[in-house]
């Protein structure tokens, strides 16, 4: 099992920034790539970003390319969501989510998820 909790979410003006973290405890050493997804009231869940946990690779969907960045710290098992740029319509809850199995970037397959923490963008 792997434990996922995420912090660092909060109010912000449009054209600001914020970082979310999310940290993973349990069987972190099987960790084969986290990614970030978010949710707006009465919208479906979105694809928001993805690292591969071993190599570093990233993924991002053009909604968020080159406003958003995903790295990781393996040493303190956490990933990090660094949103830039930031728009009202970026207002969702975002969940962070991890998986033990390999399968490609582009797969939104993931085992464990986070609870997710409040992200409000004001214009």
């Known amino acids: 099992q792997v434990q996922l909790v995420e912090s660092g979410g909060g109010l912000v003006q449009a054209g600001g920034s914020l970082r979310l973290s999310c940290a993973a405890s349990?069987?972190?050493?099987?960790?084969?790539?986290m990614g970030w997804f978010r949710q707006a009231p009465g919208k479906e869940r979105e694809f928001v970003g993805a690292i591969s946990w071993t190599g570093g690779g990233t993924l991002y969907p053009d909604s968020v390319k080159g406003r958003f960045t995903i790295n990781r710290d393996t040493g303190k098992n956490t990933v990090y969501l660094q949103m830039n740029s930031l728009k009202p319509e970026d207002t969702a809850v975002y969940y962070c989510a991890a998986r033990v199995r390999f399968r490609a970037l582009s797969d939104f397959t993931y085992e464990y998820w986070g609870q997710g923490t409040q992200v409000t963008v004001s214009s």
């Open positions: 349990g069987r972190t050493f099987n960790l084969y790539g």
